[in-house]
Nanobody, 122 residues
Framework: VQLQASGGGLVQAGGSLRLSCVAS????????MGWFRQAPGKEREFVAG????????YYADSVKGRFTISRDGAKNTVYLEMNSLQPDDTAVYYC????????????????WGQGTQVTVSS
């Protein structure tokens, strides 16, 4: 599976962005799609995830209430709507797929997108 992430950019604090991640082939109900991010000098961290079949959503505490993950099965696409962005959200954002289901651990993910840069200015 190839994952293509897009939608990053430069935004002012308080602004919004929507990231997209398109999978090269159909995903199945058992799969789990996640968004991670890595800020300069920091480890990559889980941001949000969604069960492909049921649509159940999971969020890191740091983004709850501000970020929304969703999917479009017909387009094999997962989205990350990011609102009320803050400078601490500045990072490279990656999408990834875990074939074995729900996980917030990056080692459990099978394929990764190339990352898209999000920069939030103060």
């Amino acid at each position: 599976v190839q994952l293509q992430a897009s939608g990053g950019g430069l935004v002012q604090a308080g602004g919004s962005l929507r990231l997209s991640c398109v999978a090269s082939r159909r995903l199945y109900s058992s799969h789990f799609m996640g968004w991670f991010r890595q800020a300069p000098g920091k480890e990559r961290e889980f941001v949000a995830g969604i069960r492909w079949g049921a649509g159940t959503r999971y969020y890191a505490d740091s983004v709850k209430g501000r970020f929304t993950i969703s999917r479009d099965g017909a387009k094999n696409t997962v989205y990350l709507e990011m609102n009320s962005l803050q400078p601490d959200d500045t990072a490279v954002y990656y999408c990834a797929v875990a074939f074995r289901g729900l996980s917030t651990v990056e080692d459990d993910y099978n394929y990764w997108g190339q990352g898209t840069q999000v920069t939030v200015s103060s």
